[in-house]
């Protein structure tokens, strides 16, 4: 059974970082699409941005808001996503999600990690 | 970016009653080999996403029959044909032909 748990979220302050991890179990996270999304309090889904599977180059692709700032890395040993963000903005504050990709869709999500920056 | 409009933005249903969905997309979401780009999700009060249906018609793993999805290009319906307490929530379209994948604004279904 696919499973993820996101980790890592937290209270941080403007221009401050915080690293999310995304521990899968069920499948191998090198070998899938993985995307993370994310929600504003009370707002609706936005995409954050994803890495490719190793297969397919493992390139990553961001939202132009987070691009230079967030940045999505895997480690094969521990089966692994990471969501790195820098330089974090109030607008960042929401529960990220990571979910994996196939046909174009996301069929397995995280419980999600909440990520408030304020002062 | 492409742009995804649902409507309506709530929608009371009556139990037992159908329901359908509308989300436009600003562009076609359809690709040379015949897919549709698009997919549906329900989130639950309190829970992450879910996915219903992909490539615009494709029902999802444990998704009952009840839930379909409709359409081509950039005019897509999702129906319920018989509403039940478990289908609250709020649903959204996803379009994935382009970067920047995007999300509808979310239909809040709820039972009257």
């Known amino acids: 059974e696919v499973q993820l748990v996101e980790s890592g979220g937290g209270l941080v302050k403007p221009g401050g970082s915080l690293r999310l991890s995304c521990a899968g179990s069920g499948f191998t996270v090198n070998d899938v699409w993985m995307n993370w999304v994310r929600q504003a309090p009370g707002k609706g889904l936005e995409w954050v941005g994803r890495i490719k599977s190793r297969t397919a180059g493992g390139t990553t692709d961001y939202t132009a808001p987070v691009r230079g700032r967030f940045t999505i890395s895997r480690e094969a040993s521990k089966n692994t996503l990471y969501l790195q963000m820098d330089s974090l903005h109030t607008e960042d504050t929401a529960v990220y999600y990571c979910?994996?990709?196939?046909?174009?869709?996301?069929?397995?999500w995280g419980q999600g990690t909440l990520v408030t920056v304020s002062s | 970016d492409i742009v995804m409009t649902q409507s309506p933005l709530s929608l009371p249903v009556i139990s037992g009653e159908p329901a359908s969905i509308s989300c436009r997309s600003s562009q076609s979401l359809l690709d040379r080999h015949g897919y549709n780009y698009l997919a549906w999700y329900l989130q639950k009060p309190g829970q992450s996403p879910q996915l219903l249906i992909y490539?615009?018609?494709n029902r999802a793993s444990g998704v009952p029959d009840r839930v379909s999805g409709s359409g081509s290009g950039s005019d897509f319906t999702l129906q319920i044909s018989r509403v039940e307490a478990e289908d609250v929530g709020v649903y959204y379209c996803?379009?994935?032909?382009?970067?920047?994948?995007?999300f509808g604004q979310g239909t809040r279904l709820e039972i009257k």
């Open positions: 490539w615009g018609s």
């Open positions: 979910a994996t990709e196939d046909r174009s869709s996301y069929e397995h």
């Open positions: 996803m379009q994935a032909l382009e970067l920047p994948i995007t």
